[in-house]
């Protein structure tokens, strides 16, 4: 980890703000400072060594008593990097009992930077018992301990730090960090199924991983954490947001969007819920307010549990006309939706299990007031694969049971679908087919067959922070009972639409959608066109 070597190389430095004031209190001494002490002092306090050495070896031994010189000299010889050099002034300071704080926890560190690990060890240990900076040469020892591979030391060390109250957040960071690595480490030697290695690594390395990584959340070595946790997880197979199959599913399991929408329609139309659509030759606003929020629940890496709640209100401006009006509407929707993750053909496949509930309140009664209207119950039961390379194919079955309070309204359908998406570069096409076969059971007659091809074809950023969506769909409907009076119907549907990203959250969206449908019926053949603003917050 680089952030980590860094803030090691940090810590070996030696500790100028610690000499320098006992540098001044020898000056301070003095009853008769030396100009060669006095230049010492400017050319050590500038960081200018070299010539701060060549002052020293001038000297005089009365100038820096009890082989103080010894000290500095090691002082300016790690500063240089000149480790060996620093170890030997070092070793001749301890030789003549030097009493410096910080004289074991420096030739500790020059003794580190020369790779002469044991000895560095003992040096820390040395600081320790001097009550020296014990966090930093606590955790010297362990990192030490740890590298010699003596685990059980290591292991001790860090949690001495993460223990004392002194140590401070960064360095409990790293300790604990650590000490996850070293439980590894001791976990490879004593486990080896791997079985009783995924359950270890779960137990007691993830959490602490994760702890490390929140001690100090947001910092560069936190994310540098986070990354080798991925690590981990991916190497015993523990990613929690990597399932049995390989896909991958968000690490965010809530969803949910708040939509405001406008709509202006030239001809709203008046609709039964079983492809009895007539034209009203009434135009309107359309205000579409609708909430929705949903959570994934993953179990055992191959069952996803996804229940929804979504709620639409509708309400539109021209409340002069009932066949306007009439479509004022309020629907709850409680939907759960259910995936097992498997495979097909050695590639991911998903099965499909879906259960949607559904209750609408309309103005029906054209009253001025949204009363029961329907309950609809809806199975569904799929397949989504990625048997093209191209993208996603998805094939559905779901039956529809419509349970209107006119009970003439009230109908079966079976819903056969079938999509693939396809990749080109940035951009993503879908093609749908569906055939809804409605069977109206109280009144035969308006029994409906109906065909329907769409593609999508989606193009992000066409400008910075813009999506640019084209669609186009046929419709074909086979009346059955009515073909006499209104034939084969067909209905012709392009739609345009263009949004922004305000952020993260917020984006708005201009639709043009146009309509056109084809009946031997005259209130059954129409032409419509429907602008839509949209504001939506995700989150």
């Excluded at 300071?93 to 560190?109: F, V």
């Excluded at 001790?156 to 960090?177: C, H, P």
């Excluded at 602490?208 to 560069?220: H, P, R």
């Excluded at 135009?283 to 890496?301: G, H």
Aim: net charge neutral; proline share 2%; hydrophobic share 35%.
């Amino acid at each position: 980890m680089r952030l980590f070597f860094l803030w090691m190389e940090k810590m070996r430095k030696p500790r100028l703000l610690l000499a320098a004031p006992l540098l001044l209190a020898i000056s301070f001494n003095l009853n008769a400072q030396s100009i060669s002490l006095t230049e010492f002092n400017q050319f050590f306090k500038s960081a200018q060594y070299t010539k701060a050495l060549s002052i020293l070896e001038k000297s005089d031994s009365k100038d820096f008593p009890n082989g103080q010189s010894f000290y500095f000299e090691g002082i300016c010889h790690a500063k240089l990097q000149e480790y060996d050099k620093a170890i030997k002034s070092f070793e001749k300071a301890i030789k003549e009992k030097n009493t410096s704080l910080d004289l074991q926890y420096e030739y500790g560190q020059a003794l580190y930077a020369a790779n002469e690990l044991k000895a560095a060890r003992n040096a820390f240990k040395e600081s320790i018992h001097n009550k020296f900076n014990v966090p930093a040469s606590t955790y010297y020892v362990a990192h030490i301990s740890q590298i010699l591979e003596e685990y059980i030391e290591a292991k001790d060390g860090y949690t001495e730090i993460i223990k004392n109250k002194d140590s401070d957040v960064k360095l409990k960071q790293v300790a604990r960090f650590q000490l996850a690595e070293t439980l590894l480490l001791i976990m490879r030697d004593k486990i080896k199924g791997k079985e009783e290695q995924e359950k270890s690594v779960a137990k007691y390395i993830i959490p602490m991983m994760k702890e490390a990584s929140n001690t100090d959340k947001g910092t560069q070595l936190s994310f540098e954490i986070d990354q080798r946790l991925n690590e981990i997880q991916k190497e015993f197979n523990l990613d929690p947001n990597l399932l049995i199959n390989g896909r991958r599913i968000s690490a965010k399991r809530y969803s949910g969007y708040l939509t405001q929408k406008i709509k202006f329609d030239d001809n709203i139309s008046l609709t039964n819920e079983i492809n009895n659509i007539q034209q009203s030759k009434q135009e309107s606003f359309i205000y579409e307010s609708e909430a929705y929020a949903k959570y994934d629940f993953l179990l055992k890496k191959k069952f996803i549990m996804s229940p929804e709640a979504r709620v639409n209100f509708i309400k539109h401006s021209n409340q002069d006309s009932a066949d306007v009006y009439q479509n004022d509407a309020l629907s709850i929707n409680l939907n759960l939706k259910n995936k097992y993750e498997h495979l097909i053909n050695a590639k991911p496949a998903s099965f499909l299990f879906d259960i949607e509930l559904s209750n609408t309140k309309k103005d029906w009664n054209q009253k001025h007031q949204r009363e029961a209207y329907a309950n609809t119950t809806t199975f569904g039961v799929g397949e989504a694969f990625s048997y093209f390379n191209a993208g996603d194919t998805t094939f559905k079955f779901k039956y529809k049971d419509f349970a209107a309070k006119t009970e003439t309204l009230s109908s079966h359908t079976l819903i056969l679908s079938g999509d693939q998406t396809v990749s080109v570069g940035q951009s993503l096409i879908i093609a749908l087919i569906e055939a809804d076969f409605i069977n109206n059971y109280n009144n035969t007659t308006n029994n409906t067959n109906t065909y329907l091809a769409r593609v999508d074809y989606l193009i992000p950023d066409i400008f910075p922070k813009y999506t640019l969506g084209l669609a186009v769909s046929a419709t074909i409907t086979d009346t059955e009972a009515q073909m006499t009076t209104r034939g084969t119907e067909f209905t012709f549907n392009p739609s345009i639409d263009l949004s922004k990203a305000l952020n993260d959250n917020m984006k708005i969206t201009l639709n043009y959608d146009y309509s056109s449908n084809k009946s031997k019926l005259s209130s059954y053949d129409y032409n419509k066109h429907v602008i839509t603003s949209e504001f939506r917050y995700s989150f």
